[in-house]
């Protein structure tokens, strides 16, 4: 989840939250004035009904005519019992049916005086009143349909409000980070397209002294120290690879000249063929760090050119025999590929026979017969090119690490070399959007697999 998104998110959910326990606030508040003003209005009646019976001089008979001309319309059904002082019942507004009620109500009472109840349905109100020096036990009882009608309309309203106040409010949240974000996201592509070719580029800086501003100071600050350590290392990799690479050139010529004398010994030969050959490892890595030195990871595909697979083997295995008169070749194409295959990759020639240079001087220091295969597999949409050969096989724990810088295996103990052919390998096939898989087949059997895509 993006970072607007996140923001976005937790905006809305704190002030849902918020506003969850506003509402809450507002309907209990509500509530429980609907309580106080419907307990008022039972007092209210209960005065009403305790002053009818001081002034009443025939309270059974006129009861009656009072309470029916003195009905509340708010207290919807309501009902009146009153009770003498010895708890029974002397008048009643039920006349159609039966009339019960709670004795423990009317014995709380006696401790009380005054008891209200909501949790009944309907709800009570019920006093003990001493009226003309005589005890009566009034109880009220009514529905307050008007106050909870409200109130259900309140909480309706709320809900209402929650939720059209949530979207709202997530809608606000995402559309305002966006716009407090954009500046971040202006940065963020800016420095999307910072490579190591463009480390001169500087990410604009506004006039504010805001966190995004200092960060984008920050950042032109370090791209250049990263530039000038950067170039300072392309320089020293080039000037030393060009100066390398002149000396080594004349000593590769007077070994030839003096391996042509023919009075060595046999043992003098040997030695004058085996500095020969680490002559010759020296010059390839010489070129090959010149050539890495000149193509960017980023830029390198707009100087691609079509390049035939088969004529890199070919010239790479011209320049691995030198060294290696004794290496053969069998180079096979797979029956799976078509009749129509071109052979052809894009990439960079002077690179990629790099890559089989240092796959052949594998197969020639590792081999026990100094032979190899080389089979070519195309399809539509893959180019794959394994390099096979008999020897002693790679350890599945060196596996992992059989292509990081300076690795040696066990199986090179005794045998010339950098430990860097083949990470070089690796980074000019990562270049050229192909990768390598080292895998043995069956028992003393060496095969690295390249694949390239079409």
Known sequence: MSLKRRIALTLSIAFSLLFAMVMAVIYLSFNDFRRDE??????QRLEFTTHFISKSKDFEEEAPVFFNENSDNILLNETILIFNSQKELIYSTIKDRNVTWDNTLLKELDEKKIIYTEKTVPEIYAALRNINGENYYILTSAFDTNGKSKL??????LIAAYVMSTLLIGFL?????GKFLRPLEDLNQEISEVTAHKLTTQIPVR????EINILAKSFNTMIGRLDDVFQSQKDFTASASHEIRTPITRMAFQLENLIKFEEHSPETLSSLKQIQRDIYQLSDLTNSLLLLTKFDKENIQSIYEEVRIDEVIFEAFEGVEKSYPALKMDFLIS??????????????????????INLFKNAAVYSDDTEMDVLITETNDHLTVDVISQGNTIP?????KLFEAFMRGNN????SGSGLGLRIVKRILEYHGARILYSSPSENLNKFSITFNK
């Open 412 to 415: 090179s103990q005794n045998i």
């Open 173 to 177: 949240s995402y559309y305002f980070m």
């Open 152 to 157: 259900a309309f309140l909480k309706y309203l």
């Open 38 to 43: 419907f307990k008022e209005r039972f007092r």
């Open 335 to 356: 029956e799976d590929t078509s009749e129509n295959a071109l052979l052809t990759i894009n990439g960079i020639q002077s690179l990629l026979v790099i890559v089989f």
């Open 396 to 400: 599945e724990e060196e596996r992992s």
């Open 207 to 210: 006039q504010s002294d805001d």
